[in-house]
C-alpha cells in the first residue's frame, strides 16, 4: 500500500493506495472528498526527494506502480465555473471585508455553511468518531515505543520488516500535527537515508534503509532481533 496526503484547494486528507489503482480509480476517488470532476481534473505529485510531476492518464495508467514514493498528491481544478471554484473565490472574497468569526458563522453562502450542509470534514460525526478513535489509538501506541530500541513494522499489504525506531515526532515538511515513527531498517526495504526534503530526522543511514511509518505500525521489544533471510540456514555460518 502507498500512503499520501491528498491536497486540494478546499480539503487536504491521508489515504491509503492499492498500488495496482488505474489512473480512472484514483480520480473517482479523489472526486469523492474533493468534489473535483475527474475531467477537470490535474493531478501533481510530489516525491519523497521533494520533486514533482503531473501524472496524467496517457502515459501514467497504474501512477502507483511507476512512483510509490510519492508522498504528496496535489489536486487542481482547471474547471473555473465548478461549484469548488466558486466555494474558493467565495473563501477569497469573504476574507476581504475581515468579517469576524460570528459574522461569518451566520452566513448562508459561506463555505462554512456548504460543509455544514453536507456534513464535510468535521461535521461528519461519523467520520470525525473515526478519526479521533484512531488519534487515541496512535497516541497509546506511542507511549508504548522507546527510541533507540529494536522495532518491528508491520504495514498493511507488506511483510513484517525490522530494524531500530530513532526517531518519534512531527514532519513539518508535510505538515505539523500528524506524528511519525523514523525506522533505520535492517534491509533496504525503505524508501530514504532518514531525510525528507532535504531534512535529516535520524541517521543518515544507507540508501532504502531508512522510511517514516505510522505509530500503530511499530512495536519495540528486545525479541525482534534481525531476521534470518530465506536463503540463510541456521546450521550454517
Not at 74 to 98: C, G, Y
Not at 126 to 155: A, F, M, N, P, T
Not at 196 to 202: L, P, S
Request: hydrophobic share 30%.
Amino acid at each position: 500500500m502507498v500512503r499520501t496526503s491528498v491536497v486540494s484547494s478546499l480539503c487536504s486528507a491521508t489515504k491509503e493506495w492499492d498500488e495496482n489503482t488505474s489512473y480512472e480509480k484514483l480520480c473517482q476517488r479523489i472526486e469523492s472528498f474533493t468534489g473535483i470532476e475527474p475531467r477537470y481534473m490535474k493531478l501533481l505529485f510530489e516525491l519523497d526527494d521533494g520533486g514533482k510531476l503531473q501524472i496524467l492518464r496517457s502515459t501514467h495508467p497504474y501512477p502507483f506502480k511507476n512512483y510509490p514514493n510519492v508522498s504528496t498528491i496535489l489536486v487542481e481544478d482547471l474547471n473555473e465555473n465548478s461549484v469548488v471554484n466558486q466555494l474558493q473565490n467565495s473563501k477569497s472574497n469573504e476574507s476581504k471585508f475581515h468579517l469576524s468569526d460570528e459574522q461569518y458563522a451566520k452566513r448562508t453562502d459561506s463555505v462554512l455553511q456548504w460543509k455544514m450542509r453536507n456534513h464535510y470534514g468535521r461535521f461528519n460525526l461519523d467520520s470525525r468518531k473515526l478519526q479521533e478513535s484512531y488519534e487515541r489509538l496512535q497516541q497509546e501506541r506511542i507511549g508504548k515505543l522507546h527510541i533507540g530500541q529494536r522495532c518491528s513494522v508491520e504495514s498493511e499489504g507488506q511483510p513484517e520488516r525490522r530494524g531500530w525506531l530513532r526517531f518519534i515526532g512531527t514532519i513539518p515538511e508535510l505538515n505539523d500535527k500528524d506524528i511519525w515513527c523514523g525506522i533505520e531498517f535492517d534491509d533496504s526495504v525503505g524508501k530514504n537515508d532518514g531525510s525528507f526534503k532535504g531534512c535529516t530526522y535520524f541517521g543518515p543511514v544507507k540508501p532504502n534503509h531508512g522510511g517514516f511509518v505510522r505509530p500503530l505500525a511499530v512495536r519495540t521489544g528486545l525479541e525482534f532481533v534481525p531476521m534470518v533471510k530465506d536463503d540463510q540456514s541456521d546450521d550454517e555460518i
